[in-house]
T-cell receptor, first 113, second 111 residues
């Protein structure tokens, strides 16, 4: 079975641009979470979606937004990119909303110049 | 605020030299402690979930244990392929599905 997939794998943008990252969860998983991982640090929670509704939001500015589609795939959008947004963006899926192990995808490496 | 601290930051071992990684946590109402392995440039790979003090889980050369304040990841007779960053994360009764991660321990096993 396929694991969590993310696209693109790498992305280079300039300051002020907008970016959309995509995630497909493990088949049957209905919950998707997004994390940002800066080099040398642990992942930081950005959003969680379950059944197409936002269920949690981390301490990130409104420039960050996300949505989940009827097939449970998800997109993370970041507007007005800053140099500090350069990071590995991770998507994780779980079967249900709570008390479930989260399985991570390979991530999208975003570099903002 | 939930806090997770991992130690040491980095650990170098010789092949076959057993050791332990530590994850200490300060949370309100633990609802799960998770260990992940992360290779450079890749996403975290799930290893273990622990829910209550006294619980232990094993997988090959790895064994995870949990107390009320900390968790240990014991590595027995490690091999070079065990080299990776090991991440600890917690979920609490107030965090929903949010995982709070530690900074990780970078393990290098030399042949």
């Amino acid at each position: 079975d396929a694991g969590v997939t993310q696209s693109p794998t790498h992305l280079i943008k300039t300051r002020g641009q907008q970016v959309t990252l995509r995630c497909s969860p493990i088949s049957g998983h209905k919950s998707v979470s997004w994390y940002q991982q800066v080099l040398g640090q642990g992942p930081q929670f950005i959003f969680q979606y379950y059944e197409k509704e936002e269920r949690g939001r981390g301490n990130f500015p409104d420039r960050f937004s996300a949505r989940q589609f009827p097939n449970y795939s998800s997109e993370l959008n970041v507007n007005a990119l800053l140099l500090g947004d350069s990071a590995l963006y991770l998507c994780a899926s779980s079967l249900r909303e709570y008390q479930e192990t989260q399985y991570f995808g390979p991530g999208t490496r975003l570099l903002v110049l | 605020e939930d806090q997770v601290t991992q130690s040491p930051e980095a650990l170098r071992l010789q092949e076959g030299e057993s050791s332990s990684l530590n994850c200490s946590y300060t949370v309100s109402g633990l609802r799960g402690l998770f260990w992940y392995r992360q290779d450079p440039g890749k996403g975290p790979e799930f290893l273990f979930t622990l829910y209550s003090a006294g619980e232990e889980k094993e997988k090959e050369r790895l064994k995870a244990t949990l107390t009320k304040k900390e968790s240990f990841l014991h590595i027995t007779a490690p091999k070079p392929e065990d080299s990776a960053t090991y991440l600890c994360a917690v979920r609490t009764e107030t965090s929903g599905s949010r995982l709070t991660f530690g900074e990780g321990t970078q393990l290098t096993v030399n042949p």
